[in-house]
């Protein structure tokens, strides 16, 4: 269990950091639309 938990929170982080990288590349107005895509994307996954 912990170390699905810690998989979740670098998962976290890096999402986080992927965010921040797309927002200074590609509009900000896009960017939220695609990051809400993935989120719905990876939760489905699970």
């Known amino acids: 269990m ?3 938990d ?3 929170l ?3 982080i890096l999402g986080i950091v ?3 990288i797309l ?3 590609f509009p900000v107005s896009g960017t939220g639309q ?3 895509a993935w989120f ?3 939760s ?3």
């Open 23 to 25: 927002g200074s590349i």
């Open 6 to 8: 810690r998989f979740y």
């Open 10 to 12: 670098d998962g976290f």
């Open 18 to 20: 992927a965010v921040a």
């Open 34 to 36: 695609t990051v809400l």
């Open 44 to 46: 489905s996954r699970r």
């Open 40 to 42: 719905r994307r990876r």
């Open 2 to 4: 912990k170390f699905l």
